[in-house]
Each structure stands twice: as structure tokens, then as C-alpha cells.
């Protein structure tokens, strides 16, 4: 079956702006508005951490067709299992979003973001203006998460690191990756964008990050990415266990993310996805119809592309020469291990030993995690 049927069957539960009844009296079902959901999922699809908006009610609102816009969703999120992930979660939010409203208090909706990092996009229960009751709900969600992370780290504290040249450490660790992936009238504007992305996230700066981030859930994640470093409980037990979370064009990392490991390198892991989720225009870089980010990586290996990249920059900081590296590559496909269960070890191992073998294995790297096209081939086909 073609894969754009296959979403096709995710969306039969979903209306184009029509109500169903349940039976006899009973109230209209929430309508899932998908043209007002597939751009935000587009969007969601390209930061790669980010949960997408919840606000996709709507009514009365004609669409395209079914197929046209299962296709799109494929095309957002590159393969069904992500995409069908996705539009559950949605429809989810969505019918939160049409209940949320009947009998909650501003205490609950506290509770709950504390306890789930989720938080009611429309802010129904405060009073006001919506600029008015975003401003206010902000304050208390925050403010509460705060509390609750300062009482859970409570006698836990980093031990003391030198990042005294941040700027230094984190050029030296990304620069071999830039001058393998871009054009060399690219690398300088690429390396002065990551050479300052790296946040450290400490005791000294989790309450700042936390009441100034943008998004309510990425708080809640980087609280937890805070938590996780002091060795502290997390807020809840479905809280992911990050090292590090890359968003647009920063990284935030743990403090021992400086650590030298075999085969490991926070930096450049977190470095390697902002290549997917910052702009060219961002940069200052031309963009085009078919060059609109950094790199072109397929939404599926994202993660394959950063532990490929993190692993072959240890690699090449251990030996110089391409016995060396053929060497290590082997003792990586032995030895290595990957919890995150988006990634295949096998896989990763596989372009690290062809990498290795290679005079830029950088090139191999990003040739083997491009898009695909229909007829073979993949995006990433530049020369320079």
C-alpha cells in the first residue's frame, strides 16, 4: 500500500470541519481541523524536540482532499510511524484542548504543568484578554516549576568545571564537522553561529532559562535535563532522560558535556541537529526553494545523523591516520551501545565504518542520513 494510504487510515477518525453525534442527545464530537493542523505540524517536524501546538479546533472550515493531505503529512514528518505518533497526540491535545475548560481552576492547570510539562495553549482558566491571560498563566506556571525544581535539587550541586572559554571548547569540538559538511564560503558564518550556541545549563542559570524560554514544554524539559545532572528526581516518572536538547539554533548541554568519552561528544551530538533545525536565512546564507535549512537530513535520522556525527569526530580526534580509523571504527561496531530507541546500532556503526574508510567521511555521513527520492538518489547531492 503507498505510504501517503497508510496516514490516509490515521485521519478517518478526523473530520474536515463537521460534527458527528455519538447517538441520540449526545453532544457534537470534537471536530480536528487537519489544514489548520498540517502547517504547525510542519513546523513541529523541522525543530525536532518540540510537541507541536494543541490549538487545532476548528469548524466550518473547507479542506482538500484526504489523500492531499495525508501526503503532506507524510511529507512533514518522513515516515508513518513518526506521523501517526504525531496526529494521535494531536488529536489528543485537540480533545483536551475542547474540554479544558469545564470545571478546571488555575491550581489544577498549575499542578498539572508542574507534574507533565503540558499546558492549555488557549489559558482558559485565567481571567482577562488572551495577551492578558498568556502573561499571567506564564508567570505562575513558571514560577511554580521553579519552585519545584529548586525544592528537588535542594543539596545538589555540579561539581565545579572550568568552561571559562566556552567559545573556545565549543569551536574546537564542532570546527572539524563544519569544514567536512559546508562549502568552504559557508563555514565561517556556520562556525560563528555554533561556536556560541552552547548554553551550560547549571544551578546558577535554571531559574533564567526556565522563566524566559519560549515555549512552556521546553521549560519543563530543560528543568528536567537540570534535574537529571544533579542526579536529583525528575518531575515525573515519563520524563525524558536527556543529556543535552537542541532547539533552533542552540544547544543546551549538562556541564560534564565537556568530557572527553570514546565515543561520545554532547557538543557535537547537539551541534548536528541544529544543522536540521536552523534556517539558512538565519544564518545569512542563501536560501532556495530546495535549500531552506542548514542540511537536508531525513526527519527519520535525524538522531542517526548526530550519534554518526558525534561518533566520527572522536574518531578523528583519537588518530590520524586511516588504519586508525578503520581500527576504532571496528571497536565501536563491537563495543558501542545506543539506548535511544530511534536508532539503529547497527546502522550507525555501518556509516561510521564507511566514514572512516573514506578521505571525508563527513560526506558519507551526510549522504547516508539525506532524504530519499522517490527514484533513489537522496537531496544532499551538492558539489564543492
Known amino acids: 500500500m503507498d505510504p501517503a494510504q497508510l496516514v490516509s487510515g490515521l485521519l478517518t477518525n478526523c473530520s474536515f470541519g463537521t460534527t458527528s453525534a455519538q447517538g441520540a442527545g449526545a453532544a457534537p464530537a470534537p471536530t480536528f481541523d487537519i489544514p489548520a493542523a498540517v502547517a504547525p505540524l510542519a513546523a513541529c517536524s523541522m525543530t525536532g524536540r518540540r510537541s507541536p501546538p494543541t490549538s487545532f479546533l476548528r469548524s466550518g472550515q473547507p479542506g482538500p482532499t484526504r489523500s492531499s493531505v495525508s501526503e503532506s503529512v507524510l511529507k512533514c514528518f ?10 494521535f497526540k494531536c488529536v489528543r ?102 561556536e556560541r550556541s552552547v548554553v551550560v545549563v547549571t544551578g546558577h542559570n535554571i531559574e533564567r532559562l526556565i522563566l524566559t524560554h519560549g515555549f512552556d514544554d521546553s521549560a519543563w524539559t530543560l528543568a528536567n535535563l537540570y534535574l537529571a545532572s544533579i542526579d536529583a528526581e525528575l518531575l515525573s516518572d515519563d520524563a525524558p532522560r536527556l543529556v543535552g536538547l537542541s532547539e533552533e539554533a542552540t544547544c543546551y548541554v549538562m556541564p560534564e558535556a565537556f568530557e572527553d568519552e570514546p ?34 537530513i531525513d526527519f527519520a535520522k535525524r538522531e542517526t545523523f548526530a550519534y554518526s556525527c558525534e561518533a566520527y569526530s572522536r574518531v578523528l580526534a583519537r588518530v590520524k591516520n586511516a588504519a586508525g580509523r578503520r581500527a576504532l571504527a571496528d571497536e565501536y ?45 537522496t537531496v544532499n547531492s551538492r558539489r564543492w
Not at 264 to 277: K, T
Open 78 to 87: 518522513g515516515s508513518v510511524r513518526v506521523a501517526s505518533e504525531q496526529l
Open 93 to 194: 491535545n485537540s480533545q483536551y484542548d475542547a474540554v479544558v475548560s469545564e470545571g478546571a481552576t488555575i491550581a489544577q492547570e498549575i499542578d498539572r504543568y508542574v507534574r507533565t510539562g503540558d499546558s492549555d495553549p488557549h489559558v482558559s482558566v485565567w481571567q482577562g484578554g488572551f495577551l492578558e491571560r498568556a502573561k499571567a498563566a506564564q508567570a505562575e506556571l513558571r514560577g511554580a516549576l521553579v519552585q519545584e525544581v529548586t525544592r528537588r535539587a535542594e543539596g545538589q550541586v555540579h561539581p565545579p568545571t572550568d568552561h571559562a572559554d566556552l567559545v573556545g571548547l565549543t569551536r574546537a569540538k564542532v570546527e572539524p564537522m563544519v569544514r567536512g559538511l559546508f562549502p568552504r564560503a559557508e563555514q565561517d558564518l556556520v562556525l560563528a553561529a555554533l
Open 263 to 296: 565515543f561520545s561528544d554532547f557538543i557535537v551530538h547537539e551541534a548536528a541537529h541544529v544543522f536540521h533545525n536552523c534556517k539558512r536565512r538565519t544564518l545569512g546564507l542563501r536560501e532556495t526553494r530546495t535549500k531552506e535549512w542548514l542540511l537536508d
Open 333 to 377: 561496531s563491537r563495543t558501542a551501545s545506543i539506548s535511544e530507541e530511534r536508532v539503529d546500532p547497527n546502522e550507525v556503526a555501518s556509516i561510521l565504518a564507511e566514514a572512516a574508510a573514506s578521505q571525508n567521511g563527513w560526506k558519507i555521513i551526510l549522504s547516508r542520513c539525506a532524504p530519499r527520492l522517490p527514484l533513489g538518489g
